[in-house]
């Protein structure tokens, strides 16, 4: 998507050679205009996919959720938590994931009565670096006997390998922007 690697370009920060900050639209403020294309172009990119259900993390990822989900005929928007609250007293599926940013292993749960044996579900999040977020996810949709459409991301850090992981097992990725190289505060896209 051109205009999201113009905004990159435009308004993100490299930070080493590993991350990137895109605080401006996607992170802390949200363009929301933008972000009306981003769910858009999501549907061009799972055409004609029946999607009962959209699933992410939060929390960077329910906004891009939420802003796809009118181009998804309004699919509900389930976002896996990163820890049990308390609030959760009935049955809910886990599953772990190894957080990139922060460095600490979280517990992605969602409750069992959110996700339905048969339902189809996408998954969107903002950024797709070594996998372990969405791997999570697949894990979750798959204890609750619900299928994968595919993995949607906004901004895929190809050389953290985890679009190539899913796509392993089979799971269609699509990322809207991939970035193959961080040099210098320099950001080269695939
Ligand atoms: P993964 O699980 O694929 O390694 O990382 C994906 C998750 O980590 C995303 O949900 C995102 O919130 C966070 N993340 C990974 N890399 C970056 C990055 O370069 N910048 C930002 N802002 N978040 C990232």
């Not at 981003?38 to 959209?54: H, L, N, P």
């Not at 969405?134 to 894990?139: I, K, P, Q």
């Not at 993995?151 to 970035?179: C, H, M, T």
């Amino acid at each position: 998507m051109k205009e999201l690697e113009e905004k990159i370009l435009s308004e993100g920060v490299a930070i080493g050679t590993e991350v990137v900050k895109v605080d401006m639209f996607l992170n802390h403020m949200l363009d929301v205009g933008f972000l009306q294309r981003v769910g858009e172009e999501f549907r061009k990119r799972f055409a004609g996919e029946k999607v009962d259900k959209i699933l992410t993390v939060e929390a960077s990822g329910i906004a891009v959720a939420c802003m796809a989900s009118p181009c998804f005929d309004y699919a509900p928007v389930v976002f896996a938590k990163k820890a049990k609250p308390n609030t959760m007293t009935e049955g809910f599926h886990s599953a772990e994931a190894i957080s990139f940013t922060k460095g600490t292993v979280s517990c992605f749960v969602v409750s069992e009565k959110l996700l339905k044996p048969g339902e189809r579900i996408l998954i969107l999040d903002d950024f797709l670096a070594h996998g372990q977020a969405s791997l999570a996810l697949t894990e979750l949709i798959a204890k609750a006997g619900a299928t994968v459409v595919g993995i949607g991301a906004v901004i895929e850090k190809q050389f953290q390998g985890g679009a190539q992981r899913l796509k392993e097992r089979g799971y269609r990725v699509e990322s809207l922007a991939v970035i193959k190289k961080i040099e210098d505060g320099n950001i080269t896209f695939a």
